[in-house]
């Protein structure tokens, strides 16, 4: 028996076949998980969320604080409810997770991290936020759904009383504000547009149910993962982990080394790596028919077994091009053709820039 | 979880199904409702060539949902005289008609093929039902 979440016993209810999903009882798919993701492409979908893990962080140095914690440089965030993503980093570089942050007020942000790596992290930033005199509060009385798909904004409005439905449609990407007992940001993990609500444990299977009753549709962790595979998003345990850096891991992006005066925590590793040739995280199109999977290796093209290159990180089939797509760490001198050994032949494939699909769009061209 | 099982075909503990097609020995095999309603939806099959000649339990095709790859093991010895076609552009008939349109390949078995080892009907439910105890 794993843990649940307080919708648990409604997606029994709704047909959901449930996994095991870092200790927690996930649906894992409704049905099809391939007709949840096209709905998420084409209409309205939403998934349970709730075993990530919300944490608020308060005090008066908090900015202080989580400028040397994270990464990224929470000193970007201007407005209340501007949200950042960032990796919290090992003095190695590794990554210890991948995280949004919320800036709240002068001295409280908002954190959601990863279900698997709950325990770990908060144990990394408790032990960091005693020097800063910073509270951590893990909010386990939230839950978390995130609607995303090109209604999925108008149909999540549709819950509010009427005054608040024009002020969450106008929320910007990437920012949050509350709406009564709701914390409602512009964010997701799909390509598409839509929103993640924060909200009472207790109302969370209303909501779902209201949700339902609008036309959306209830979507597992299987589509959550093809989905954000064609958005050219990280997942972390298979994209990156404690032995790799963001350099190496698609994820220079979210590093902030300017200004050049802040010390975060990793700092001193990834300007040494900066320096060096090393690995990076791209896409790959198969060319053949087949499916890419995790841990296949990737050889760059004419070469055999010897020339051993790269590695899959992620793959899967694409339900939006009806092709294998992965994530793969490869040297950075690789030429764009390759090969990737799918169970013991070698098959053609292409290295592309992620993302692979972007709001309903391909983004790659599969001829 | 879905589980039609019909009662005039054999089953294999691997979830392999086995139509005797004509009664000098040839049989039908695809994988049966339990297995591709617990793969998900199929998006990628690979059979095997025809003329191949396969042993007893030789893993011989591979289903790919969007979850995972998993075998397929022929469930008697023989030799490929037919193949699927359809489902290299059409997977998700393996999910949409497991005993029908989604059939795999069919074998010529010798003389020497056992069909005894194969399971009724009413000894794959049994087997089934312990199975997800």
Not at chain 1, 101 to 130: C, F, P, Q
Not at chain 2, 32 to 57: C, I, M, N, W
Not at chain 2, 91 to 102: C, H, I, S, T, V
Request: with cysteine.
């Amino acid at each position: 028996m794993g843990l649940k979440t307080p919708l648990y016993d409604t997606h029994v209810q709704q047909g959901a076949k449930i996994v095991d999903f870092g200790g927690w009882d996930m649906p894992l798919h409704y049905g099809s998980q391939i007709e949840e993701h096209h709905a998420v492409r084409r209409d309205a979908g939403m998934f349970d969320v709730s075993h990530m893990c919300i944490v608020d962080l308060s005090g008066g140095r908090v900015r202080e604080f989580l400028r040397f914690l994270l990464a990224n440089d929470v000193g970007r965030l201007k407005s209340f409810g501007k949200a950042l993503y960032s990796c919290m980093l090992l003095p190695s570089g590794g990554v210890i997770d991948d995280l949004i942050v919320y800036y709240m007020s002068e001295t409280w942000y908002r954190m959601v991290v990863n279900a698997g790596t709950r325990d770990k992290d908060l144990a990394w930033i408790h032990k960091h936020a005693i020097d800063f005199d910073v509270t951590v509060a893990p909010r386990k009385d939230l839950a978390m759904i995130a609607v995303q798909g090109p209604n999925a904004r108008r149909k999540t409005a549709a819950l509010l009383p009427p005054p608040q439905q024009a002020a969450v449609l106008e929320l910007k990407p990437f920012f949050g504000a509350p709406f009564g007992s709701w914390f409602v940001a512009r964010t997701g993990y799909t390509g598409e547009d839509g929103f993640e609500i924060m909200i009472p444990a207790a109302e969370a299977a209303d909501a779902w149910g209201r949700l339902l009753q609008q036309g959306v549709k209830p979507a597992g962790l299987g589509a959550r993962d093809t989905l954000r595979l064609e958005a050219g998003m990280n997942l972390y345990g298979n994209d990156m982990d404690e032995n790799f850096h963001p350099l190496e891991s698609g994820l220079s992006w979210t590093v902030a080394f300017e200004p050049k005066d802040r010390d975060f925590i990793g700092r001193e590793a990834l300007e040494r790596a900066q320096r060096e040739t090393g690995r990076e995280l791209v896409g790959l199109l198969l060319e053949d028919r087949g499916v890419l999977r995790s841990h296949q290796k990737v050889l760059s093209a004419g070469a055999t077994t010897a020339g051993l290159s790269g590695e899959v990180t992620s793959g899967t089939f694409s339900p939006t091009l009806n092709r294998s797509i992965a994530l793969a760490r490869v040297p950075k001198t690789s030429q764009p053709a390759v090969q990737v050994d799918i169970r013991g032949k070698l098959h053609a494939a292409r290295i592309v820039k992620p993302p692979f699909v972007r709001h309903g769009k391909a983004l790659i061209d599969t001829d | 979880m879905s589980n039609n099982i019909p009662g005039d075909l054999k089953y294999t503990k691997s979830h392999e199904w086995v139509r005797q097609v004509q009664p000098n020995g040839a049989i039908e095999i695809g994988i049966t409702d339990h297995a591709q309603s617990a793969l998900g939806d199929l998006v990628f099959v690979e059979v095997p060539d025809v003329g191949r000649t396969l042993k007893a339990g030789e893993a011989c095709a591979v289903v790919e949902s969007v979850k995972a790859a998993s075998d397929v093991y022929s469930p008697l010895a023989g030799k490929v005289i037919a193949i699927n076609d359809v489902l290299a552009s059409k997977p998700e008939l393996l999910n949409e008609d497991p005993y029908g349109a989604g059939w795999l390949f069919r074998l010529e078995t010798g003389a020497s093929a056992n069909a005894a080892a194969l399971m009724s009907a009413s000894a794959y439910e049994t087997f089934l039902a312990e199975e997800s105890k």
